[in-house]
């Protein structure tokens, strides 16, 4: 059974790093073809994909977003971690941690619940 | 950067059949998938690779991609379908790894 929870501060002032933790269970993020990442979802909007990384520690960020964001992993700890710098209230968001697989493309098997982030001062 | 688009809101009568849309540039040749998000909760895989469906996810789900349309199709529509839905493609190929849909808001009259 794969599970993903994350965990981190729900309230951030304008100019913080962001540091969220996703600890995950149910399957090694050595295994190939598989990846952990974050995704996150602005109240009442659509979601938007932050950066992935994978079994084989290659990281993808989204480009618009890729100059304040870092991922990392600790395969030993089930953990993966993102950065977020220079926070600002349009980043206020549920941000989930994800994990995905490749069977013809990569796609999202199993989500985290979320946690909602707000920036405000 | 890839754009996938989705009407904002599809309406149904329970037991009838809602198709839902999404429009990007020859999508017919990628992967498309689609997430279910009931209110306040995290998104679910309802169908991947245009038309497989997952463990537990009922028949009355299906997808289908051709063309620059992908379209997921809930048959005999029940109360609890009513949830907003996204697809999704990823390319490789470029930067823009995971795209979604705009989203559409299904209503269960």
Known sequence: ?121 | SYVLTQPPSVSVAPGQTARIPCGGNNSGSKSVHWYQQKPGQAPALVVYDDNARPSGIPERFSGANSGNTATLTISRVEAGDEADYYCQVWDGSSEQRYVFGTGTKVTVL
Request: hydrophobic residues 30%; proline residues 6%.
């Open chain 1, 1 to 121: 059974q794969i599970t993903l929870k994350e965990s981190g501060p729900t309230l951030v002032k304008p100019t913080q790093t962001l540091t969220l933790t996703c600890t995950f269970s149910g399957f090694s993020l050595s295994t190939t073809r598989v990846g952990v990442g974050w995704i996150r979802q602005p109240p009442g909007k659509a979601l938007e994909w932050l950066a992935f990384i994978y079994w084989n520690d290659d990281k993808r960020y989204s480009p618009s977003l890729k100059s304040r964001l870092t991922i990392t992993k600790d395969t030993s700890k089930s953990q993966v971690v993102l950065t977020v710098t220079n926070m600002d209230p349009v980043d206020t968001a549920t941000y989930y941690c994800a994990h995905s697989v490749y069977s013809t493309s990569y796609y999202v098997g199993y989500w985290g619940q979320g946690i909602p982030v707000t920036v405000s001062s």
